[in-house]
C-alpha cells in the first residue's frame, strides 16, 4: 500500500519518467544519425557535449542516494560541518580545470587507465583498472542502490524495497545503453530537475519548521529557528575530543576531524575523485580545453548550492526530530533523515520528491555503469583479451558490462551484505575509496609534474597506499596504542579504538608520495615516457578567471560566516 503517495504525485512522476525516456531517445536518434558507432562515440561522445552539459552531466552523476540520503543523515547527526565534501570539492574542481584537463587533452587521454600505460607501462594501467572496477561496482554501485532503494522505499510506505532496487537498476540501464551522449544529455535535465525540485523541498522544510513552531509558514523564520535551536550544527570545524567526551561528540570527529582534515585527508580524498575518476572526468575528456575548463567550472558553481539541497534537509530532521515532530523516524535513524522530511510534502510535490531522487540515483547509476564499461572495454578486453574487436563489437560488449556489473551490484546490495546500513551510507563510500586514493592520487600527482617517477615506482606507490591504508584502519592501533604523535585514536560507538579516517588517508599519502620518490630516485634523472609540460597549457581565458574568482568569492562568505 502506498502511504504517502497519492495519484497526482504518481502522475507528477511519471511525467517525469515519460520527459527523460522520449528526450533521451531523441538525443540517441539524433547523434546516432550526426555522428557514427564508434566505440569513442559510444564511450566518449566524441566532443560533442557542450560546457553545459559537461558541468550538469557531473553534478548529476556526482549526486546521487550517497549525498541525499547519506549527506543529509550525517547533516541529521553532525550538521553543516559534512558540506566540507561539497565545499572542499568546488575548490579541488577549479585545480582540476586548471592544471589535470590540460595535461589530459594535451595528450588525448580518454580514460584514466590509459594515462598511467601512456606515463608509465601496461602492468600500472591494469592493476589500476581491476583496482577501479572492484571499487565502482562493489562500492560505489551497491551504496547507490542500497540507499536510492532506501530513501524511495521510505517515501512509498516502506514495503517495496526490493523491487524499487529492481526498478532503479533498469532505468539506470535504460539510460547507459544509449551511451555517454545520451547520458550526457539527459543529465542536463536529470540535474535541472535536481536542482529546482531540490530547493523547493529545502524551501518548504524550512516553512514545516516555521509552522511547527507556531511562527507561520516562513522559510526565513524556519531556518533563524534551526541556528538558534541547534547551534551545534552549524559549525565547519570540530574540536578534538578531550578525555571524558561524549560518545556523540566522539563519533561526530571520527568522521569530521577539525582543521586536521583540511590539511591532507579532503584534499587528497577530493583531488583524488576529481581529477584522476574515470567517472568524473570522462564527460570532459572528448571536449577541447576551454569547453571542458568552463564545465568543470561550472560543475564547481553548483557544487557551492549542493548542501543546501542535500544537508540541510538533515538538520531539520534533527530539530523536527528533537521536538517530537518525526516520530517515524524509528530511533533517530540517521539514514532515513530525509525520507522523513519528504512525507511532510504536500500532494503533488511527493511525486516531485520522487522525481529529485529518481533523478539522482538514475543519473549515477547510468554514468557510474558507462564508466565501469569503458574502462573494461577499452583498457580489458581490447588490450588483453580480443585486440581485433571491431568498433560495434566493443560497443556490444560494453553493453553487456554495463548489465553484469547492474547485476553484480543488486545481488549484493540485496540483503546489504556489505553493511552499508551499519556504516551510514555517506561514510561507507568515504571511508571504503579512501584504500585506493593515497596511491591513486600520488601516482597521478607525480606522473603529471615530475619526470624522474617511474613505472616501478607507481607499482609501488599502487600497493603501498593500500598497504598503509589497511595498517591504519585496521592494526595501527593494536601495535602502537591510541596515541601517538602520528595520530589520535578514540573509541568509537562499537567499543573500538578508530582513527578517523581522514587521518589514516593523510598518512597514507605522504607515506606513499615519499615511498614513490624514493623508489624513482634510482632510475633515470628524466623517465622516457615523462609528460611534456608547457606553460602555455594553464594559461586561462578571461571568462575562466572570472568564474574561478566567483567560486572563490562564494566560497570564502560560507567560511567566514560558519567557521
Not at 67 to 78: K, L
Not at 324 to 346: C, E, M, R, V, W
Not at 490 to 504: D, L, R, V
Request: proline share 3%.
Amino acid at each position: 500500500m502506498l502511504k504517502h503517495i497519492s495519484p497526482a504525485d504518481l502522475l507528477v512522476f511519471f511525467a517525469y519518467f515519460i520527459i527523460v525516456a522520449v528526450y533521451g531517445y531523441s538525443v540517441y536518434r539524433r547523434k546516432k544519425n550526426e555522428t557514427n558507432s564508434s566505440s569513442h562515440s559510444f564511450f566518449l561522445a566524441e566532443g560533442s557535449l557542450t560546457w553545459w552539459a559537461i558541468g550538469a552531466s557531473i553534478i548529476a552523476s556526482n549526486i546521487s542516494a550517497e549525498q541525499f540520503i547519506g549527506m543529509s543523515g550525517d547533516g541529521f547527526f553532525a550538521g553543516i560541518a559534512v558540506a566540507v565534501y561539497e565545499w572542499v570539492g568546488a575548490a579541488a574542481l577549479i585545480l582540476v580545470a586548471v592544471f589535470f584537463m590540460p595535461v589530459y587533452i594535451k595528450n588525448k587521454i580518454f580514460t584514466m587507465p590509459q594515462f598511467l600505460q601512456n606515463r608509465y607501462n601496461s602492468g600500472v594501467a591494469l592493476v589500476m583498472s581491476i583496482f577501479w572496477l572492484l571499487l565502482y561496482v562493489f562500492i560505489n554501485l551497491t551504496a547507490i542502490l542500497y540507499l536510492g532503494a532506501l530513501a524511495i522505499n521510505g517515501l512509498l510506505g516502506g514495503e517495496y524495497f526490493h523491487q524499487i532496487m529492481i526498478g532503479l537498476a533498469i532505468f539506470g540501464v535504460i539510460i547507459a545503453l544509449g551511451g555517454m551522449q545520451v547520458v550526457g544529455y539527459t543529465d542536463v535535465i536529470q540535474v535541472g530537475v535536481l536542482i529546482v525540485g531540490g530547493l523547493a523541498i529545502t524551501y518548504l522544510s524550512l516553512t514545516i519548521v516555521s509552522e511547527k513552531f507556531g511562527l507561520g509558514t516562513n522559510a526565513l523564520t524556519g531556518f533563524n529557528l534551526l541556528l538558534k535551536d541547534a547551534p551545534d550544527h552549524f559549525h565547519l570545524i570540530f574540536k578534538k575530543p578531550v578525555h571524558g567526551s561524549s560518545i556523540e561528540t566522539v563519533s561526530k570527529y571520527l568522521i569530521l576531524p577539525g582543521f586536521a582534515m583540511y590539511a591532507g585527508g579532503q584534499w587528497i580524498s577530493n583531488m583524488n575523485y576529481w581529477g584522476c575518476n574515470q567517472y568524473i572526468t570522462q564527460r570532459a575528456l572528448g571536449a577541447n580545453l576551454h569547453t571542458a575548463r568552463t564545465g568543470i567550472l561550472f560543475a564547481s558553481l553548483l557544487k557551492i548550492l549542493m548542501p543546501v539541497i542535500v544537508m540541510l534537509p538533515g538538520i531539520v530532521a534533527f530539530v523536527l526530530y528533537k521536538h517530537g515532530h518525526l516520530p517515524q523516524l524509528t530511533n533517530g535513524s540517521k539514514d532515513g533523515a530525509y525520507s522523513a522530511i519528504l512525507s511532510f510534502l504536500p500532494t503533488g510535490l511527493k511525486g516531485l520528491s520522487l522525481a529529485v531522487l529518481t533523478a539522482a540515483i538514475v543519473a549515477s547509476l547510468a554514468g557510474k555503469v558507462n564508466s565501469i564499461a569503458t574502462i573494461f572495454t577499452l583498457d580489458i578486453y581490447k588490450k588483453y583479451i580480443k585486440p581485433e574487436a571491431t568498433e560495434i563489437k566493443m560497443v556490444w560488449i560494453g553493453r553487456a558490462a554495463i548489465i553484469c556489473s547492474l547485476l553484480i551490484a543488486v545481488a549484493f546490495t540485496w540483503n546489504d551484505v556489505l553493511g552499508i546500513s551499519g556504516e551510514g551510507g555517506y561514510t561507507f563510500v568515504q571511508k571504503y575509496s579512501s584504500f585506493v586514493s593515497p596511491g591513486v592520487f600520488a601516482t597521478f600527482l607525480l606522473g603529471m609534474f615530475w619526470k624522474r617517477t617511474t613505472g616501478t615506482a607507481a607499482i609501488v606507490g599502487i600497493l603501498t597506499g593500500f598497504v598503509a591504508a589497511l595498517f591504519f584502519n585496521q592494526f595501527a592501533v593494536s601495535i602502537f596504542g591510541p596515541e601517538t604523535w602520528l595520530y589520535s585514536a578514540f573509541i568509537n560507538a562499537g567499543g573500538k579504538y578508530e582513527i578517523p579516517f581522514f587521518i589514516s588517508l593523510s598518512w597514507s599519502f605522504l607515506i606513499t608520495f615519499l615511498v614513490m620518490i624514493a623508489v624513482s630516485l634510482a632510475g633515470p634523472m628524466i623517465n622516457p615516457k615523462s609528460i611534456e609540460i608547457d606553460k602555455g597549457m594553464f594559461k586561462l581565458k578571461y571568462s575562466s578567471v572570472i568564474l574561478i574568482a566567483v567560486i572563490l568569492i562564494f566560497l570564502s562568505a560560507i567560511y567566514v560566516r560558519f567557521w
